[in-house]
């Protein structure tokens, strides 16, 4: 399978640690799709500093295909991160280049001969993703926690796999995520639920799944993690049940080393 991932990056710079490590969500399911034997590509905009070369580099040796990652004259998107007893806080986030990144006609070309196009609420393709639709891409969007943003009604119709966090399963998150499904966009619609596991919703049914237990370094990325192998079995027709468990697979390797991924 060939899957492309398109939107945010940025430098987790560890404040505690005096150390930066590549992350953003789309950047994070193409090296973890990698990890899970994948092809995948990463479409975005990075610097001319010393970041953005950090960024090209550590993608470049993970095999990510990066011939549609830009570079432009100014700073890397960078996020202050802090960890509280493995739990990532973030603090500042500086968008540099990323604030003005469209993708170009070429960029939707190359895009278009994926089997898969992920990207998530902070990648800035909301308005491209009709056009995507229209030329048959599959898409899959993660909206984070970000439950209430203004994004959610316009991507969702043009989504085929949609992505929430939340904290647990409850009314709330299940009323959610079935309004999400109705909206007409999702074939599915998943919530990761952090220690509480996951639960997705297809139309008809609910389908929970647990956790697999791990001591947790730090939780960067996990939710990335959850997607890319969900994304990896889903593609490959497993059944649903098997599909989160792909996906809590997935995260329990990210949860065991600091930062998305190791450089």
């Not at 074939?187 to 220690?195: F, I, M, N, S, Y």
């Amino acid at each position: 399978m060939l899957i492309a991932t398109v939107g945010d990056n940025c430098m987790d710079v560890y404040t505690q640690l005096g150390q930066s490590f590549p992350g953003g969500n789309a950047v994070n399911v193409a090296i973890y799709l990698k990890r899970l034997g994948e092809e995948a590509s990463y479409t975005g905009v990075v610097g001319d500093d010393l970041y953005g070369e950090q960024m090209k580099k550590a993608l470049a040796a993970k095999g990510v295909d990066i011939s549609h990652l830009h570079t432009r004259h100014g700073s890397t998107a960078i996020t202050m991160v802090n960890l509280v007893n493995g739990e990532r806080v973030f603090g500042d986030y500086i968008e540099g280049v990323m604030e003005d990144f469209k993708l170009s006609p070429e960029d939707v070309d190359f895009l278009c001969t994926h089997d898969l196009v992920h990207s998530g609420i902070w990648g800035k393709i909301e308005q491209d993703l009709p056009t995507l639709k229209q030329r048959g891409a599959t898409i899959s969007f993660d909206f984070s926690d970000q439950l209430e943003h203004e994004i959610v009604p316009i991507a969702l119709p043009h989504v085929d796999y949609a992505f929430f966090s939340y904290k647990q399963d409850d009314d709330y998150i299940r009323q959610y995520i079935q309004k999400a499904w109705n909206s007409g966009g999702p074939r599915l619609v998943v919530a990761t639920l952090g220690e509480n596991g996951s639960l997705a919703f297809d139309g008809a049914n609910f389908t929970p799944y647990g956790i697999v237990p791990v001591e947790v370094v730090d939780t960067m990325g996990a939710g990335d993690s959850f997607i890319a192998g969900f994304m990896q079995a889903t593609l490959k027709n497993a059944p649903l049940s098997e599909c989160l468990q792909a996906g809590a697979k997935c995260s329990a390797i990210t949860l065991q080393y600091t930062g998305a991924w190791n450089v």
